[in-house]
């Protein structure tokens, strides 16, 4: 799904900025610690039973790579947004020594969300998610999807927690950062790695984390946004 492009970047930017959504400050902690003590991670199997059934919301289909057929669908719940796909490596933004020209063919040194600090992400650091520029398909906005909005990505029983960081194409969908890969225990290599199917992603609704780097930050609200979503389907 890599198909870099500074133009489509910036115009997903634009779609999805911040400032287009309210926020509730309830999912908003720059500093909060990943797990309070005595706290249990919300397990893989009941974050996915949390999600239910899917209910459609995409107007269409995307493909998870160029050329594919297109079958996967965004899906709905009250709390959250997800979809079903592939994982290709992500390694855009900062130059480092996994994610460069010399490791990746397709590298771009822009992302569509930046740190506090102006710089683009690092994608061997920072756990992020790669979300279609909006479409006729599907608009993201629309539910509360935006640049540093929570996510949690969903892989052979583990989970790793995200921020929505970069846009890809309007029609493509299944791509996340190096980080979130490693995390997960997906090959990493940008040329070759990443899985081919399998992976669930889950993105809360007008949650945010403020600053969009702040790891420990997604970390502490996924967790709180995850088990809110696991109580209400057990309700």
């Not at 991670?41 to 974050?47: G, H, Y």
């Not at 889950?202 to 600053?211: E, L, T």
């Not at 780097?213 to 979503?229: F, S, Y």
Request: hydrophobic residues 40%; neutral net charge.
């Amino acid at each position: 799904m890599r198909v870099p492009s500074l133009t489509l970047a910036a115009a997903g930017a634009a779609l999805l900025a911040p400032a287009a959504l309210p926020v509730p400050a309830a999912a908003i902690a720059p500093r909060e610690r990943p797990l309070a003590r005595g706290q249990v991670a919300v397990a893989a199997t009941d974050l996915l039973a949390g999600l239910g059934e899917c209910h459609k919301i995409s107007r269409g289909r995307y493909r998870t790579d160029d050329g594919r057929p297109a079958t996967v669908s965004i899906c709905d719940t009250p709390d959250a947004v997800f979809w079903k796909a592939d994982l290709d490596i992500d390694c855009d933004g900062q130059s480092t020594p996994r994610c460069n020209p010399r490791t990746d063919p397709q590298f771009a040194t822009m992302t569509a969300y930046q740190q506090s600090d102006g710089r683009n992400l690092n994608a061997e650091t920072l756990p992020y998610i790669v979300v279609p520029a909006p479409s006729r398909i599907w608009n993201p906005r629309d539910q509360g999807v935006q640049g540093g909005s929570v996510a949690a990505v969903v892989y052979r029983g583990r989970v790793q927690y995200a921020v929505v960081g970069d846009t890809g194409p309007r029609d493509e969908i299944g791509e996340a950062s190096y980080a979130t890969a490693r995390g997960l225990g997906i090959r990493t290599d940008p040329s070759g790695g990443g899985a081919p199917s399998g992976v669930t992603y889950i993105v809360f609704k007008n949650s945010r984390v403020d600053p969009i780097q702040d790891r420990a930050a997604a970390t502490a609200i996924g967790e709180r946004l995850a088990r809110l979503l696991v109580a209400s389907h057990i309700e």
